[in-house]
């Protein structure tokens, strides 16, 4: 069950566009999560969810728009300062080493050391604590990434982007190419996420998905907002709607065919 956080933004974003040449990629964006909160970002290919995925993570820098984390407004520049600002991303490869350990991707880049050497048993202590707040299946810290399941790399990712107690988590298509199982695994963790206080942006082409976990659902659409609805207050039908910008879909079809053949 979604909870509807409240309070400040951790991230705020007002009047964000992009450019790319003759292509209107972003125009006048309004995006905005909280503490404790999760909030899914949808919309067709080419709506321009990347995009505006990517200038929050400081790979791309918007042409105009104001971005504020905690109220304080910013400039982000760099994958580097997003980072500092407490903006962590976890991207659809995951860009894990599969012959490392849990703990060598989990530190990778960041290693810890105590008299100029690697502090294993603090690394190891520190992955070990990760992954409890994460209430997650993993047997060992030592072993090869490349021997865990999809649902587990997924884990490993999330764990290794919370290095830091990052205020915003953005999870881009998380579930992508996973079994039910892995699926439901993941989503517990967005939760684990949530409860622990985080902002959680939810990429996702999956509906199901996003009704489970989702508090708000913001629809993109030609690179506009084009909605922003609570989950406990609408339907997949209502946001499919505003996807593709048809009143009908085949979501909706459907779902009017099966209420006429009840009602015979």
Not at 115 to 120: A, W
Request: proline share 3%; hydrophobic share 40%; aromatic share 2%.
């Amino acid at each position: 069950m979604t909870t509807t956080s409240t309070g400040e933004p951790v991230l705020s974003i007002s009047g964000l566009s992009k450019r790319f040449g003759a292509v209107q990629a972003l125009k006048d964006i309004e995006f905005d999560v909280r503490p404790g909160e999760v909030v899914a970002l949808v919309g067709d290919n080419g709506a321009g969810k990347s995009t505006l995925v990517k200038a929050i993570a400081g790979v791309y820098v918007p042409d105009s728009g104001v971005l504020t984390v905690s109220g304080r407004r910013v400039n982000i520049t760099s994958p580097t300062e997003s980072q500092s600002l407490g903006i962590a991303t976890v991207h659809q490869d995951l860009a894990l080493c599969d012959n490392l350990d849990v703990v060598g991707n989990l530190f990778l880049g960041q290693e810890r050391r105590r008299f100029g050497v690697l502090d294993e048993v603090a690394m190891e202590s520190e992955s070990w604590r990760l992954l409890r707040q994460l209430s997650a299946k993993i047997p060992s810290v030592r072993i090869p990434v490349a021997s865990l399941s999809g649902g587990q790399r997924q884990t490993v990712a999330i764990a290794r982007s919370l290095l830091g107690d990052p205020k915003v988590v953005m999870l881009d298509e998380p579930t992508a190419a996973l079994g039910v199982a892995q699926t439901a695994e993941v989503l517990n963790l967005v939760e684990r996420l949530r409860e622990n206080g985080h902002g959680v942006i939810l990429i996702s082409h999956n509906m199901s998905d996003v009704m489970a976990v989702a508090d708000r659902v913001s629809v993109l659409r030609l690179g506009r907002n084009n909605g922003t609805f609570h989950v406990s207050q609408t339907t997949a039908q209502e946001i499919i709607a505003a996807i593709t910008g048809a009143t009908t879909n085949a979501v909706s079809q459907r779902a009017e065919r099966r209420a006429t053949q009840e009602t015979r």
